[in-house]
């Protein structure tokens, strides 16, 4: 049985938004919160415990949006709970080294064995930031490559054709970004290899980097094509580029040691960001010594930060990652979530609704679009309309989706097989139910 929410209305929320809506630009701090690609108002939210929710209205959700990504041990977690707390007991922020910052350090070393120096920084955009102007600084050449429809955060540079929130929203680029980054940064299809080897056989010379999420989760979830990878490692390699694997979402989330565990690939740099700060704003940036040793104060490249290694989000960091260390965690969730993908895409067929599903561990998503998503382009052939219908009457079942289309579905550890269950059920209704 979904969980059913009797009477579904969401006034206080409603109210709550008229009020946000003159105080703050669009009434949120982050514009996919919005709800705008989905119709209607944002529900705003009282608490959260495990896979669960609760708004201010007193209706309940089972959430897959976790915070997009960070919450894979779910909402409040008591281990992670516990030592943030103690950690806010022993004063909240320093500007000068703790302990704590060492320990976050050799526990992503641990994991991500391509990393052999990380510094911290606040958010996965400051982590993207600083990796490319390091990147520059190394190579002293000044190109990028970034691929259609993957995000990085609101970099100027990489705002080009960046996936997610500019996608549903319709601004490819961003005014304010200066011509001269739109000059610096090319923009190729994601998985096709093709591409960058035409660009690179040509001007190989002039690129700093190539970044890329290697399981694409800003445009929906699009994973790499077999070779992809491998390819742009072997292209990277001969032509001295930096190669940077934007691990924000699938750091911690696709395998421990992220997309690079699970398909075999070094990259050079690795950004990070979401579940490394267990839901308090961390980021991280790290890779080759021989790269991360030209970081200011060791070389010339600066980047600095007030409250980077902050030491109540290196507790939550620390937490998060320690829990993480039980592999079973990673079996369970790859089980739940092929249950969740198998009934999804059973509900979509019973309902006789076009669908098109994909999944990366705990990352999935269902494309309302009867073409093979592969790339950006054939991610937004998905009937965006349908989407927003479908996510209106899981909403209204007690299921959380993203508002947008063109993100993933995050299961966390939290959720049970009874939550799954439910959530199906409120899938087939849904579908059912378009029109
Ligand atoms: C979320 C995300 C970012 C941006 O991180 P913020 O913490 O929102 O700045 C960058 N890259 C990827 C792949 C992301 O998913």
Redesign the pocket.
């Known amino acids: 049985m979904p969980p059913v929410t009797k009477n579904f209305t969401i006034s206080k929320s409603n109210e709550v938004f008229k009020e946000a809506l003159k105080h703050i630009p669009g009434g949120v701090n ?1 514009p996919v919160r919005a709800f705008g690609p989905v119709g209607g108002h944002p529900i705003f939210i009282q608490s959260g415990s495990g896979c669960r929710i609760r708004d201010i209205d007193g209706n309940e959700y089972i959430d897959y949006v976790c915070s ?2 960070p919450l894979i041990l779910g909402h409040n977690e008591p281990y992670v709970a516990r030592q943030i707390k103690a950690a806010v007991d022993k004063g909240t922020s320093f500007g000068a080294p703790t302990e704590l910052e060492v320990q976050l350090a050799k526990l992503v070393k641990e994991f991500m064995p391509s990393i052999d120096k990380v510094r911290m920084v606040n ?6 930031m600083s990796a490319i102007r390091l990147a520059r600084g190394f190579t002293r050449r000044d190109l990028v490559i970034k691929f259609e429809g ?5 970099v100027d540079g990489l705002l080009i054709k960046a996936g997610s929130g500019a996608t549903t929203l319709g601004v490819p680029t961003s005014p304010g970004v200066p011509q001269g980054y739109i000059d610096s940064t090319i923009i190729l299809p994601f998985n096709d290899s093709n591409a960058v080897e035409n660009f690179c056989r040509e001007r190989g010379k002039e690129v700093a980097c190539i970044i890329l ?1 290697p399981v694409a ?2 445009m929906g979830v699009v994973p790499p094509k077999p070779g992809y990878l491998e390819k742009l490692r072997e292209i990277t390699r001969h032509y001295s580029i930096v190669l940077i694997f ?4 699938t750091g911690f989330r696709v395998s421990p040691g992220g997309a690079q565990e699970l398909y075999g690939i070094k990259p050079d740099l690795t ?1 990070l ?2 579940v490394i700060g267990g839901g308090l ?1 961390v ?1 991280a940036y790290g890779g080759r010594a021989e790269i991360m040793d030209r970081v200011a104060p060791v070389g010339p490249v600066y980047q600095a930060g007030t409250l980077s290694g902050n030491p109540v989000a290196m507790s939550a960091g620390i937490a998060t990652l320690e829990r993480l260390r039980d592999k079973n965690i990673y079996k369970q969730l790859e089980k739940k979530s092929q249950c969740l993908a198998e009934g999804f895409e059973k509900s979509a067929r019973d309902a006789g609704v076009k669908t098109y599903h994909t999944r990366v561990g705990s990352m999935l998503c269902t494309f309302f679009t009867k073409d093979t998503v592969h790339d950006y382009k054939t991610a937004t052939s998905s009937d965006t309309k349908r989407y927003a219908r479908y996510f209106n009457g899981m909403l209204e079942r007690g299921v959380y989706l993203a508002p947008s289309q063109f993100e993933a579905a995050f299961v966390s550890a939290a959720h049970n097989d009874s939550d799954i269950e439910a959530t199906i059920e409120a899938s087939c209704q849904a579908m059912k139910d378009l029109p």
């Not at 958010?123 to 993207?128: N, P, Y």
């Not at 934007?246 to 979402?249: A, G, K």
């Open positions: 982050s997009w990504g958010s996965g955009t400051e982590a993207t993957c995000y990085h955060g609101h999420e989760g800003n934007d691990e924000v979402m950004t960001g979401k704003p980021g």
